[in-house]
């Protein structure tokens, strides 16, 4: 048994169990890789991949435990070898965030423009993606630390810690009739509405909300960007309902701004990052500066 065999082992899921795939990442050639496999299995005295001719459909019962082992192994290595840079005080390396867009505008440029003043020779990634899809990124070890606020559930394998709690607002033109009126998700559900795709930025609470009172929600654009709905509210869509944070009072002058925390359940946007996973000294300051930043926040 090798660490050869086992990193193919780790990769087959990463490709679709695509063996062909999987040895190009070893710089192997794919008869090699299945040479590889064939002598793990002869050694362990049973079939680890379910096959279908020369097909892999996935891993056997053994497979899978085998798997649970591999990942520990794959999480050591990884934490070696950062335990090592750490201990050098190697103030190089790269930090991976996984976030929405509506985090990466309006709570990241802070904490960034602050870890950067500490650590210039860090070079940072963002992703942007969806939050179902940014806690699948902490998993494949594709991100260091994911921010979002929907999807964000209990796991033994994540650290999740609050970051900071806000509210939405619904956003009018100026001149509209909920621009002076009493506003009350009656009033609110009797409008075309313009929100947030679903499973993105409290688009969960906003439906409790109209549920609750027994509201249908007549969605007439849903995006997962701040700055679309807006748009849209412009152009006389509807009645955009967004995050508190989104509102730029300078940018968005001409758009009023009604607080909806009184109507619609304040949300809580989280960081989390692999239990397991040991964090460098300047991930483990990345994350102080942005506790500190929710902190500082306007109840939004």
Same mark, same amino acid.
């Given at each position: 048994?090798?660490?050869?065999?086992?990193?193919?082992?780790?990769?087959?899921?990463? %490709?679709?169990?695509?063996?062909? =795939?999987?040895?190009?990442?070893?710089?192997i050639?794919?008869s090699?890789?299945?040479?590889?496999?064939q002598?793990?299995?002869?050694?362990?005295?049973?079939?680890?991949?379910?096959r279908?001719? =020369?097909k892999?459909?996935?891993f %056997?019962?053994?497979?899978?435990?085998?798997?649970?082992?591999? /990942?520990?192994? !794959?999480?050591a290595?990884?934490?070696?070898?950062?335990i090592?840079? !750490?201990?050098? *005080?190697?103030?190089?390396? +790269?930090?991976?965030?996984?976030?929405?867009?509506?985090?990466?505008? &309006?709570?990241?440029?802070?904490?960034?423009?602050?870890?950067?003043?500490?650590?210039?020779?860090?070079? $940072?990634?963002?992703?942007?993606?969806?939050?179902?899809?940014?806690?699948d990124?902490? #998993?494949?070890?594709? +991100?260091?630390?994911a $921010?979002? %606020?929907?999807?964000? /559930?209990?796991?033994?394998?994540? *650290? @999740?810690?609050p970051?900071?709690?806000?509210?939405?607002? +619904?956003?009018?033109?100026?001149?509209?009739?909920?621009?002076?009126?009493?506003? %009350?998700?009656? =009033?609110?559900a009797?409008?075309?509405?313009?929100t947030?795709?679903?499973g #993105?930025?409290?688009?969960?609470? $906003?439906? =409790?909300a109209?549920?609750?009172?027994?509201?249908?929600?007549?969605?007439?654009?849903?995006?997962? !960007?701040?700055?679309?709905?807006?748009? &849209?509210?412009?152009?006389?869509?509807?009645?955009? @309902?967004?995050?508190g +944070?989104? &509102? /730029?009072?300078?940018?968005?002058? !001409?758009?009023?701004?009604?607080?909806?925390?009184?109507? @619609?359940?304040?949300?809580?946007t989280?960081?989390?990052?692999?239990?397991?996973?040991?964090?460098?000294?300047?991930?483990?300051?990345?994350?102080d /500066?942005?506790?500190?930043?929710?902190v500082?926040?306007? *109840?939004?």
């Amino acid at each position: 048994m090798n660490f050869s065999q086992l990193e193919l082992l780790r990769l087959l899921p990463e %490709t679709q169990f695509n063996l062909s =795939k999987a040895a190009d990442k070893v710089n192997i050639v794919q008869s090699a890789a299945s040479r590889h496999i064939q002598l793990l299995e002869e050694e362990l005295g049973s079939p680890l991949l379910e096959r279908h001719g =020369k097909k892999i459909l996935g891993f %056997t019962p053994l497979g899978e435990r085998v798997m649970q082992e591999i /990942e520990g192994i !794959d999480l050591a290595k990884r934490n070696i070898q950062t335990i090592a840079d !750490d201990y050098q *005080a190697n103030r190089n390396g +790269a930090l991976h965030i996984a976030t929405t867009h509506t985090q990466a505008k &309006y709570l990241l440029p802070e904490p960034i423009r602050k870890f950067r003043e500490q650590f210039p020779g860090v070079t $940072i990634y963002m992703v942007q993606s969806s939050p179902g899809e940014i806690i699948d990124l902490l #998993y494949r070890h594709e +991100a260091d630390i994911a $921010i979002c %606020t929907e999807k964000m /559930e209990d796991s033994e394998k994540l *650290a @999740i810690k609050p970051c900071y709690e806000w509210n939405h607002v +619904a956003i009018v033109p100026q001149g509209h009739a909920l621009a002076t009126a009493k506003v %009350t998700l009656e =009033k609110l559900a009797s409008y075309p509405l313009l929100t947030y795709s679903p499973g #993105y930025t409290g688009r969960s609470n $906003i439906e =409790k909300a109209f549920a609750k009172q027994g509201l249908e929600l007549d969605i007439t654009l849903s995006a997962a !960007d701040s700055d679309v709905i807006k748009t &849209y509210v412009r152009l006389g869509l509807g009645v955009g @309902i967004i995050s508190g +944070a989104s &509102y /730029e009072p300078g940018n968005d002058s !001409d758009l009023v701004c009604i607080d909806l925390a009184h109507l @619609i359940p304040r949300s809580m946007t989280k960081l989390a990052y692999l239990k397991q996973l040991y964090l460098p000294t300047y991930l483990r300051c990345f994350i102080d /500066e942005l506790l500190n930043a929710g902190v500082g926040r306007p *109840a939004a």
